[in-house]
C-alpha cells in the first residue's frame, strides 16, 4: 500500500489553491483526476466560454451599431474559431499535470474509489493518507426520459468543428443563455426549453427579460413551461416532445438540465460518508462526517454559489487549516456572480427580488443610457442598474444588466465587501475618467 500525507481526489481550482500552500510544506501529496486535469473551467467551462465570448462580444456590438457608426458588419467563422480554441486550451490537461508535478507532487490519471475510510482503490492499486480530499467538482445531469442517449452536454458544444444550424437547450439556467448567445451570434438558430415560467433564475427576472429581449432579436426562441418527456430520433435531426404535446424538431439536443454532484465513481456508501442530491455534506472546515476526509469546491453541498472563484476560497482555506495556520471556521466573503449572455447580468450581496419583499431595504433604480456616454457609444440602451441599501443606508447589494455588468458589479462587491462608508470611497481617490469606476463613485454617493 502506497502512502501520502494527502491525496485530492480531482485537480481543478479548489486543489490547485491548496497545492500552491503545500508545495514548500515537505508533505508527500498525490493528485488524481479521472477527468482532465485542471477540472471544468479550463477545459469545458468558464475559460474556453470567455475565449469564445471575445468574438462573440465584438460582432453583437458592431450588430448594435449598424447603421449609426458602422457599415459592415463582421461574422463569426465557426470552424477556425474553435480550432483556434483548440490550439489555445488543447494542451491544458498536460501543462496541468506538469504544474502540479513541477510543486514536488505525484499525480495519476484515473479514478479512486474508498475501500475503507483512509484507503483508496486507484486503478487496481490500493493507496492511503491521514488527509483525503474530495474535490470532483459536478457533472451535467442527464434527465431519465426516453431518448436521453441523444442528447449533447455543454461539454460537448466546445468541441464541435460545425458549426449546426438548429440547436435546442433542456433548461434555462447559465449553461443554456450563455452557450444560446455563442451559437446564435455564430449563425445557429436555438431554442431553449424551459419548465418554469422564465430562464436564469438566479438573477432578477426584471434584468433578465433584457436579456431575453435581445436574444429573441438574435433567432433565439423560448419556450416556457413546458417539461420534456421525450427525445425521438428522426432521419433529420431529432424531435423533442414535452408534457404539453408541444413538439419541436432540432439538429442537436442539449441537455442542460443543471449539474450534480460528480461523485458516482467514489463508493461513498461503503465508508457512509454523508451527502444528498446537491453535494457532499461538510463542516465548517470543509470537513465531512469522517475525521480526515475532506471535500472542496462544487462537489459540497452549500448556500452560496458554486463557482470557480469559491471553490478557489475553499482551496486556500483548507490548505491554511491543514498546516495549522488557521483554527477559523470558514466564513465566505461577498461573492460576486455573472450570465455572460448579451448582455450580462450580475449581482452581489442581497439579492434584489429579496430586497422588494423586505421593508428594511431600499432600491435606488438607474437607467444607464439615460446619463451615462459609455453605454451610448455601444448603443446599449437598456442598462440598468440597480443599488441595494439597508435601514443604515449601507449598500449591501447591487445587480445589473448591461454589456459590461460583470466589470460594473466588481466596483460594487469591493465596497460592499471592505463595507466601505460611501465618504472613503468618494474622497480617498479618484479612479479614471471616462471609464467604469467612476461611475461608481458618483452613484455610490450620491
Known sequence: ?????????????????????????????????????????????????????????????????????????????????????????????????????????????????????????????????????????????????????????????????????????????????????????AGSKVDIIESSGHPLKAFSYEHVKEIVKELKQNNVNFVTNQVVKEIIKKDQGYQVNTNQNMKLDADIIVDASGRIPNIDDLDLDKINLDYDKFGIIVNNHLETNINGVYAAGDVVKKSVPKLTSTAHYEGEYLSSYLMGETDNKLNYPTIATAAFTFPQVAQVGVSLDNARKDKNYSIKEYNLADSDFLYVGTNDMNAKLSLIFNNKNELVGASEVSQTAADDIDNFASIIGLKLDKNIWRDKFIPVFPALAYKTRDLIGD
Do not use: R
Open 1 to 185: 500500500m502506497k502512502q501520502y500525507d494527502y491525496i485530492f481526489i480531482g485537480s481543478g481550482p479548489s486543489t490547485f489553491a491548496a497545492a500552491n500552500k503545500l508545495k514548500n510544506s515537505n508533505k508527500k501529496v498525490l493528485i488524481l483526476d479521472g477527468g482532465s486535469f485542471g477540472g471544468v473551467c479550463p477545459n469545458a467551462g468558464c475559460e474556453p466560454k470567455i475565449f469564445l465570448e471575445g468574438a462573440v462580444k465584438s460582432v453583437l456590438i458592431a450588430k448594435k451599431l449598424k447603421g449609426i457608426g458602422i457599415d459592415k458588419l463582421s461574422t463569426i467563422d465557426w470552424t477556425k474559431l474553435i480550432k483556434q480554441k483548440k490550439k489555445v486550451f488543447g494542451s491544458y490537461p498536460s501543462n496541468s499535470i506538469s504544474n502540479y508535478q513541477s510543486m514536488g507532487f505525484d499525480t495519476i490519471q484515473g479514478k479512486g474509489k474508498f475501500i475503507d475510510e483512509h484507503i483508496l482503490d486507484i486503478n487496481g492499486t490500493e493507496y492511503t493518507a491521514p488527509n483525503i480530499i474530495i474535490a470532483t467538482g459536478q457533472k451535467p445531469n442527464k434527465l431519465p426520459i426516453p431518448g436521453s442517449e441523444y442528447t449533447l452536454n455543454s461539454n460537448d458544444i466546445f468541441n464541435m468543428e460545425s458549426l449546426p444550424k438548429h440547436v435546442a437547450f433542456i433548461g434555462g439556467g447559465f449553461v443554456s443563455m450563455e452557450l444560446a448567445t455563442i451559437l446564435s451570434a
